[in-house]
């Protein structure tokens, strides 16, 4: 589990319009790290990416069963096009059920695919079969709606609407269908495909943003306790399971208090955004941290028992600068956990267990007259 950094001290305005709340949804960054992350971690993730798979197996079905249909795909080329699209869908659903959940790249590349795959499909069909079909659009904005930007909703929302509208004019041209029947019609597709991802989004992202508030600290958008609390036990189980050393490690800033009297507040809520900052990108890549205290972090880290003192021990030169306007050092305590420790098994709560000798090993560094490391193997 890579640490997600979602800085909460950007705060928007409250808008003042309907219009500008509009606004402010298309034009807010989507945190693709974050939404990856979590699908990966909880359990739900791994439902919606079967979810995700059988829908396109689904959808691979009906462009096969399509071929023997009146009204389907006629001629080799048609034929082979539709064959072609039906087996990518197929591999497509393979990698959902089998790979975790992707990142950027990839939920924006399979929205795209799903956008354009569909419209070559309904393109083999008779017109009358290619406007109803593109109901289907709906089933990628569902995907949408969840996964992708705002930016990227309204993209695919415009040439989703595009096609519907190409092949209903189209059938109007060809001179067959009713008029108001084929009005009718196209409305009730473009319905279906335009409303609900819109208002989803709009409903999703202001409850993922209060989702995500109430697990993070406002200040540096590190994990808040309650956010530590979830984050921990599933990355504790993971190194257990793959049998590689984890520590523990708590840090907290010398004589922080001479820093708010000296600088003032706002030079000091400065450095601890800046501390934690420098703590993110010094162990990203290996565990979860989060901000405990005024001054203090928390850091879970699990890698291999060769790397595992190098981070520890590098906190401290991480979190040094030579140009900083106000330099500090930090206390840093640690309990590590070797893969054979058997506190791995003996205790109920070996997390509480690591972080409270962590937290000991810290104020025994600080009393030391702080600027260093101690650490315990458990």
Same mark, same amino acid.
């Given at each position: 589990?890579s640490?997600?950094?979602?800085?909460l001290?950007?705060?928007?305005?409250?808008?003042?319009?309907?219009?500008?709340?509009?606004?402010?949804?298309?034009?807010?960054?989507?945190?693709?790290?974050?939404?990856t992350?979590f699908?990966?971690?909880?359990?739900?993730g791994?439902v919606?990416?079967?979810?995700?798979?059988?829908?396109t197996?689904?959808?691979a079905?009906?462009?096969?069963?399509?071929?023997?249909?009146?009204?389907?795909?006629?001629?080799p080329?048609?034929?082979?096009?539709? $064959?072609?699209?039906c087996?990518?869908? /197929?591999?497509i659903?393979? #990698?959902?059920?089998?790979?975790?959940?992707?990142?950027?790249?990839?939920?924006?590349?399979?929205?795209?695919?799903?956008?354009?795959?569909?419209?070559?499909a #309904?393109?083999? #069909?008779?017109l009358?079969?290619?406007?109803?079909?593109?109901? /289907?659009?709906?089933?990628?904005?569902a995907?949408?709606t969840?996964?992708?930007s705002?930016?990227?909703?309204?993209?695919? $929302?415009?040439?989703?609407?595009?096609?519907? $509208?190409?092949?209903?004019?189209?059938?109007?041209?060809?001179?067959?269908?009713?008029t108001?029947?084929?009005?009718?019609?196209?409305?009730?597709?473009?319905?279906g495909?335009v !409303?609900?991802p819109v208002?989803?989004?709009?409903f999703?992202?202001? $409850?993922? *943003?209060d989702?995500?508030? !109430?697990?993070?600290?406002p200040?540096?958008?590190?994990l808040?306790?309650?956010g530590l609390?979830?984050?921990?036990? *599933?990355?504790?189980?993971?190194?257990?399971?793959d049998?590689?050393c984890?520590?523990?490690v708590?840090? +907290?800033? *010398?004589?922080f208090k001479? &820093?708010? *009297? &000296?600088?003032?507040?706002?030079e000091?809520?400065?450095?601890?955004?800046?501390?934690?900052?420098r703590?993110v990108?010094?162990?990203?890549?290996?565990g979860?941290?989060?901000?405990t205290?005024?001054?203090?972090y928390?850091a879970?880290i699990?890698?291999?028992?060769?790397?595992?003192?190098?981070?520890?021990h590098?906190?401290?030169?991480?979190l040094h600068?030579?140009?900083?306007? &106000?330099?500090v050092?930090?206390?840093?305590?640690?309990a590590?956990l070797?893969?054979?420790?058997?506190?791995?098994?003996?205790?109920?709560?070996?997390?509480?267990t690591?972080?409270?000798?962590? +937290?000991?090993?810290?104020?025994?560094?600080?009393?030391?007259?702080?600027?260093?490391v101690?650490?315990?193997?458990?």
């Open positions: 589990m640490i997600s950094r979602n800085p001290r950007r705060r928007r305005h409250a808008p003042d319009s309907a219009w500008s709340a509009a606004a402010g949804w298309l034009v807010q960054p989507h945190d693709y790290e974050w939404m992350e699908q990966n971690t909880h359990p739900s791994k919606i990416r079967l979810i995700v798979a059988m829908s197996i689904n959808i079905i009906m462009s096969f069963m399509s071929i023997f249909a009146v009204g389907g795909p006629t001629g080329g048609a034929t082979w096009l539709t $064959l072609t699209l087996t990518t869908n /197929l591999i659903a393979a #990698l959902w059920a089998l790979r975790p959940f992707p990142g950027r790249l990839g939920v924006v590349s399979f929205a795209v695919y799903s956008d354009v795959g569909v419209t070559a #309904l393109s083999m #069909l008779d009358r079969n290619s406007l109803l079909g593109c109901v /289907l659009f709906a089933v990628v904005g995907f949408v969840f996964f992708v705002p930016r990227w909703v309204m993209m695919h $929302l415009a040439f989703a609407s595009t096609v519907t $509208l190409t092949f209903g004019a189209l059938l109007y041209f060809r001179g067959d269908v009713d108001i029947t084929l009005i009718v019609q196209t409305n009730v597709v473009l319905l495909i !409303s609900i208002t989803s989004h709009i999703l992202t202001t $409850l993922s *943003d989702a995500r508030s !109430s697990v993070l600290d200040l540096t958008g590190l808040n306790r309650r609390d979830a984050a921990l036990d *599933d990355l504790w189980a993971r190194g257990r399971l049998g590689q984890a520590t523990v708590v840090v +907290d800033i *010398d004589n001479s &820093v708010n *009297d &000296v600088y003032g507040h706002d000091g809520d400065a450095v601890i955004c800046r501390v934690a900052d703590l990108a010094h162990i990203s890549q290996y979860v941290l989060g901000r205290g005024g001054e203090e928390l879970a699990v890698t291999s028992r060769l790397h595992i003192d190098a981070l520890i590098g906190i401290r030169r991480a600068g030579d140009n900083d306007t &106000v330099p050092t930090v206390s840093v305590g640690a590590i070797y893969a054979e420790s058997n506190l791995w098994y003996s205790s109920a709560d070996t997390m509480q690591a972080s409270r000798i962590a +937290d000991s090993m810290m104020y025994k560094a600080k009393s030391a007259g702080g600027n260093r101690v650490t315990k193997l458990i």
